[in-house]
Structures are given as C-alpha cells and as structure tokens.
C-alpha cells in the first residue's frame, strides 16, 4: 500500500490503516528494536510504543514524508534511550552493592524491569544540582575535579552531592 494513502487515512482517524501499517511494519521495527537492544519483549514494548505515538499524533503527520523513515527514527530513539537507562541504571545497583536479577525467569526479569525503573525514576526527582553532578559523574564518568571545575563549586560539593544520591537511591531500593 502507498505510504501517502496510509498517512492520509491515519489523519482522518481510520483505523483499518492503522491496522495497515501496523501489519506491515510492527515485525521488521521488532527485529530492529530487538538488533539494537538485545531483549525482545523489551524491543516489542519500544515498537508498541513508536505505533502508539504515531496514531496519538496523527494528525501531525506530514502527507509526502515516509512514514517507515518516521517509525524508524522513533523506534531508534526508543531503543538508544533503553541501553543508556539501563546502562545507568545497572551501574548505579552496582555501586550500591544491589545485585540486579538474571532475567533467567519471568518473575526475575519482572524485577530487574521494575528495579530499573525505580533508579531511572528516583534519579529524575533528585534536586536539579544533584541530578546534574550525578549524570556527569556516573552519566559521563567524569572525575569528581572535572566536574567542580565544569560547575565551579568544590570537590567536597561535588563528592557531597554523589553521595546524597546514592542515599536517595538506596532508600528508594529498599
């Protein structure tokens, strides 16, 4: 089917091209997601989501643009933005001496899911300066002196604001 009849059916709200362009695309956006991320449910979830924010935004869309070259870069986005949560997320647990699950059973993998999500969450509320010194820190592994310097506050600050969030962390995992 054209990507322009899909666009324009998508605007006024049809579902039947939605169903379309789900049936044409939901499998390949999968095996991408899955490429990038190495998790397959996760990788459904993203693709899931990208179809979701293209029918919420429908109306958005522009007819003459590729709609594959639009769930492309959203699913691409999605995935990018999973590795470095978890990235962060399992580094932060590391840290605190939590062992994520292996993900070797459905409960487990629940669980590391849901203890991702509580970091990636917690991490969100700090107080902004905190945040900031955190992400640059585990974020981008830079030295406690790098980051005084960037932020022109001491390294005692610097040093001070890690561990507080480290705090904040573990009492959110506990």
Avoid: C, H
């Avoid at 107080?127 to 005084?148: D, H, Q, W």
């Amino acid at each position: 089917m054209d990507e322009a009849i899909l666009i324009a059916g998508l605007k006024q709200g049809d579902n039947s091209s939605y169903e379309t362009l789900f049936k044409l695309y939901y499998v390949r956006f999968v095996k991408f997601a899955d490429a990038i991320i190495d998790d397959r449910q996760a990788a459904e979830d993203l693709v899931q989501e990208a179809f979701m924010k293209v029918w919420l935004n429908r109306s958005k869309l522009v007819e003459g643009l590729s709609i594959s070259n639009y769930l492309y870069v959203l699913v691409k986005r999605a995935a990018i933005n999973f590795l470095r949560d978890r990235k962060f997320a399992e580094e932060i647990s590391a840290e605190l001496g939590e062992s994520l699950p292996s993900g070797q059973s459905v409960e487990s993998s629940f669980s590391a899911d849901e203890t991702l999500r509580q970091i990636v969450s917690r991490v969100e509320q700090l107080p902004e300066r905190r945040r900031t010194v955190f992400r640059l820190s585990r974020g981008k592994g830079m030295s406690n002196k790098e980051i005084a310097r960037e932020l022109n506050v001491s390294e005692k600050t610097v040093e001070r604001q890690i561990t507080l969030a480290l705090q904040d962390i573990r009492k959110t995992l506990s």
